[in-house]
């Protein structure tokens, strides 16, 4: 039986976290259409089929500018390849879209590190600190993105991703020799590394039919049918999450009027409990669904996680050693043990 708890909203805030425990033993083309009318419409490069969740911050610029702005979601951009965020970045770069977003884990390929803690393993393991994080360490960390010619918008919250494994796992013994699928990041390489697994590569939505599983979110688990393939979701061990970095191609972002500016990045704020929402409604449902698929949850308990956690002592003692992470290290600690950043 799958047992959630319930999600308190608090003036907007998000209040409480996600626990999860056991179930059972469109648009193609390219940057550079002219707008209609006086809509100003910028293209945004989205790797996925859809825009899930960001949708929300979609609809919102629209909404809040009263049709006068519209952000065109290009979708199944790069589709098919292993470095499809990598080359997303350097697409909005060059001018190929006006927009474009990532998860936080793609921005050290392209020599920006300090987004590396929003996604460093077991660090944030609930939707309630990541948004504390993101409210205190977003806008610093998009600073950053200045250094390689983009325009940092907004981070937003994005789902908390698990191991999906075609076998029952207590801890790293079980992990150890197994080739588990991974989306473009060389942290989350390394961090499956230090469990004993053998990473693997894999494009969005990519099969894992050779593998013994994936580290995804639920959603992901659910529509790229994982289940059929690993059906052991590690359930009480989140990873870590994948925050959403919006960004702008430079001259595009500066050419608008800082009116249209402030207001892109007022609609990213207004959207920010709304996705926090859909993504716990969007992770209640894909548990549920996988499960009637045949997903079974697994549980490492507290001496399981100890075991995962000291396995990844040497990889953590890194990034709260470089002066790139250090800091927001020390200040998602802070928050986790319940004090101020």
């Known amino acids: 039986m799958l047992h959630i708890i319930k999600i308190g909203l608090i003036a907007g805030a998000l209040a409480a976290a996600l626990a999860v425990g056991a179930c059972g033993g469109g648009d193609t083309q390219r940057a550079g259409g002219e707008p209609a009318g006086t809509t100003k419409v910028l293209k945004l490069a989205n790797a996925n089929h859809a825009t899930d969740e960001l949708q929300l911050f979609i609809d919102q610029v629209e909404k809040i500018s009263n049709g006068r702005l ?38 050290a390929s392209v020599g920006v590190k300090s987004f590396e803690p929003l996604h460093a393993p077991f660090v944030i393991d609930s939707y309630e600190l990541q948004d504390q994080v993101l409210k205190d360490d977003g806008n610093r960390m998009l600073a950053d993105l200045e250094g390689i010619g983009l325009a940092g918008i907004t981070v937003l919250p994005g789902p908390l991703q698990y191991l ?21 990041s060389q942290l989350h390489k390394a961090a499956l590394g230090a469990l004993g697994a053998q990473p693997t590569a894999i494009p969005s939505g990519g099969s894992i039919d050779d593998l013994n599983g994936v580290a995804a979110q639920t ?9 059929d393939t690993a ?10 999450p994948r925050p959403f970095v919006v960004f702008a191609h430079n001259e595009t972002w500066t050419s608008l009027p800082k009116a249209d500016r402030d207001l892109i990045m007022q609609a990213a704020e207004q959207a920010r409990t709304g996705m926090l929402v859909a993504l716990l409604e969007s992770e209640q449902t894909s548990i549920e669904t996988i499960c009637k698929a045949g997903a079974r949850m697994v549980n490492l308990g507290d001496d399981g996680r100890a075991r995962m956690q000291q396995a990844l002592e040497p990889l ?19 928050l986790r043990a319940g004090g101020s950043p």
């Open 70 to 107: 519209r952000i065109e979601p290009i979708n199944e951009w790069r589709m098919g390849e292993t470095e499809y965020e990598k080359g997303l970045i350097q697409d909005v770069e060059a001018g190929d879209a006006d927009l474009g977003w990532v998860g936080s884990r793609a921005l």
């Open 164 to 184: 999906q494994l075609d076998q029952e796992v207590d801890g790293p013994a079980g992990i150890a020799g197994l080739r588990i699928g991974y989306y473009d």
């Open 219 to 227: 959603a992901a688990i659910q529509g790229n049918h994982y289940v």
């Open 231 to 240: 059906k052991y979701t590690v359930a009480d061990t989140p990873l870590w």
């Open 316 to 334: 953590l003692a890194k990034l709260q050693e470089d002066p790139a992470t250090r800091d927001a290290m020390a200040r998602i600690e802070s």
